[in-house]
């Protein structure tokens, strides 16, 4: 995937009229916390953020170009959304440091209808997560498993996932993730 970027600002005022101010001028007050603990205020383009906000995951890393040259990989960590106006009015983000592993707790998708099924057995999902640990950069965007060879009675397992370099798996490796069973 192409990576992402947010054009922000620092900003220097804040409370409740500052960000009200902010929002009518079309920008979205934010957060950028490090992995040291530190903080910066800034402020994003509401378009150009939605645009990003709405193609990521939680793994996925944006790069935030602060006032035109310093730029920072980080992770929008969380956002306070209005579901009444369908607006973002604050977001964070987490800058995680380059050489520290994280570990995450990722999702399954399951991609393909599984040949057992075809024959009529039942499709099981056993375990709907997967705990991985890796540096930022190395962490999968998505956990997509393809379950279309699996027959009735075999099972898909943790360790028949293949992941990249860097990323090491901290899941059981004979943890069930699906399986299909027979009908009765």
Not at 69 to 76: N, P, V
Request: charged fraction near 25%; include cysteine.
């Amino acid at each position: 995937m192409d990576q992402m970027v947010i054009n922000a600002k620092t900003r220097t005022t804040m409370g409740k009229k500052a960000a009200k101010v902010l929002r009518a001028t079309g920008r979205i007050p934010a957060i950028m916390y490090n992995s040291k603990g530190q903080s910066t205020m800034i402020d994003v383009d509401e378009t150009e953020f939605n645009k990003v906000w709405r193609t990521v995951t939680p793994t996925t890393l944006v790069t935030l170009k602060i006032d035109g040259k310093d730029s920072a990989e980080a992770f929008i960590k969380d956002t306070e959304y209005n579901i009444r106006t369908d607006k973002v009015l604050h977001a964070d983000f987490f800058e995680p440091a380059s050489d520290k592993e994280l570990t995450v707790k990722m999702k399954l998708q399951y991609t393909g209808t599984p040949a057992g099924v075809l024959k009529g057995g039942f499709m099981r999902k056993h375990t709907p997560f997967v705990t991985l640990k890796a540096v930022a950069k190395n962490i999968p965007e998505r956990l997509v498993v393809d379950v279309s060879g699996i027959n009735v009675g075999e099972h898909f397992c943790v360790k028949d996932l293949s992941f990249g370099k860097g990323v090491t798996v901290l899941t059981a490796p004979e943890t069930y993730l699906v399986s299909v069973s027979p009908a009765r």
